[in-house]
């Protein structure tokens, strides 16, 4: 039996912390052991404490696969330089460095060049890792998050907005409110979930802002969900708007397009790369430039008052429904890596 140790963060596992770096780690472990693989997994309080860390690694017999989820592998870099001529590491990297914003950093670089192989959630991430640090163009691998089939959305008139992110600044909802500020005169009600104690000042600010807007009756802050829940809003949706300010990929997009709901977005990131084509070509979505709220704004509007636009998008986004990336087709190229590494 093939075996791989997994260090990720102890949030993985919390439902009261959901985030697309949560679900990927948790739906790959599923995955491979479906697979057939031994998965045993080391969870490690993020961001508060990594107690115990170098105890568990050092449990971990010599020339094991260990995968190393990269917000773990950042916070405690030195621990795992250390284990790197024993162990055979494989950074799993959600974002291209510590900070998504930023560029190459010397962290990222060590550990990466420590590294057996790099895995990472977006080719877009791939490309920045490639550029930023060429030595490890070789060893790294795009393995795009998987997506869950779901039933095709009904029709409905457009008017049903959803944006799905936890609620802090550089997801953007503060550019939405500015938005939606601007079209009050137009038919429309927007949902937004996600959680609410990531940025209490954002989220205090952000409920003065819909006051403030007039829009109390018509935005609503709903908190995290979940499971049936989550599902159930992207099965109420027309439109998914995401206006992230900065996005690796953007795995709320794929789980839209699975329902057959198109997208605004801010044209960022991996974003494209979540979003795709459908046969003919089509992008399923209207994309603005990032950090813009009038252009936000107008997207929205051509949505809501642009009939022919909200069939064009809707027969695309369902058209991509059917090409979207599924989470044991991400196993399988995560599983070629980790083989790969084991037999080196």
């Given at each position: 039996m093939s075996i791989v140790h997994v260090v990720m963060p102890d949030s993985v596992y919390d439902p009261s912390r959901p985030s697309g770096g949560n679900e990927y780690d948790r739906r790959l472990c599923d995955e491979l052991r479906s697979a057939g693989w031994r998965v045993d997994v080391v969870l490690v309080g993020w961001p508060t404490t990594g107690a115990g860390l170098p105890d568990a690694l050092g449990e971990i017999p010599d020339a094991a696969v260990v995968v190393v989820d990269g917000l773990i592998a950042a916070g405690h870099a030195d621990i795992f330089l250390a284990a790197a001529d024993r162990l055979r590491l494989v950074l799993l990297m959600h974002m291209a460095g510590v900070d998504e914003g930023a560029g190459a950093d010397q962290v990222t670089g060590r550990l990466a060049a420590a590294a057996a192989a790099v895995l990472t959630t977006s080719r877009w991430t791939a490309e920045r890792l490639a550029c930023w640090y060429p030595q490890i163009a070789g060893r790294i691998v795009p393995a795009v998050p998987g997506v869950d089939p779901a039933p095709l959305r009904p029709g409905g008139d457009g008017t049903a907005l959803l944006c799905v992110a936890a609620v802090t600044g550089h997801k953007g909802q503060d550019l939405l409110v500015a938005?939606?500020?601007?079209?009050?005169?137009?038919?429309?009600?927007?949902?937004?979930v996600g959680s609410l104690t990531r940025d209490p000042e954002f989220v205090s600010d952000l409920r003065a802002a819909i006051e403030a807007a007039g829009l109390a009756g018509r935005m609503d802050l709903v908190g995290i969900r979940t499971g049936v829940e989550l599902e159930s809003a992207y099965a109420a949706a027309d439109l998914l708007v995401h206006p992230s300010r900065a996005e690796s990929y953007g795995m709320v997009i794929a789980q839209a397009l699975a329902h057959g709901v198109p997208v605004i977005a801010a044209r960022v990131g991996g974003v494209v790369e979540a979003l795709g084509r459908a046969d003919d070509g089509t992008v399923p979505a209207l994309l603005v430039p990032a950090d813009d709220a009038p252009a936000l704004a107008g997207a929205i509007r051509s949505w809501l008052t642009g009939p022919e636009l909200r069939r064009r998008l809707i027969t695309a986004a369902?058209?991509?429904?059917?090409?979207?990336p599924d989470w044991p087709a991400t196993a399988a190229t995560v599983a070629s890596v980790l083989a790969s590494v084991a037999a080196a």
């Open positions: 938005a939606l500020r601007l079209l009050s005169g137009l038919d429309w009600r927007c949902t937004v369902a058209d991509r429904r059917q090409t979207l």
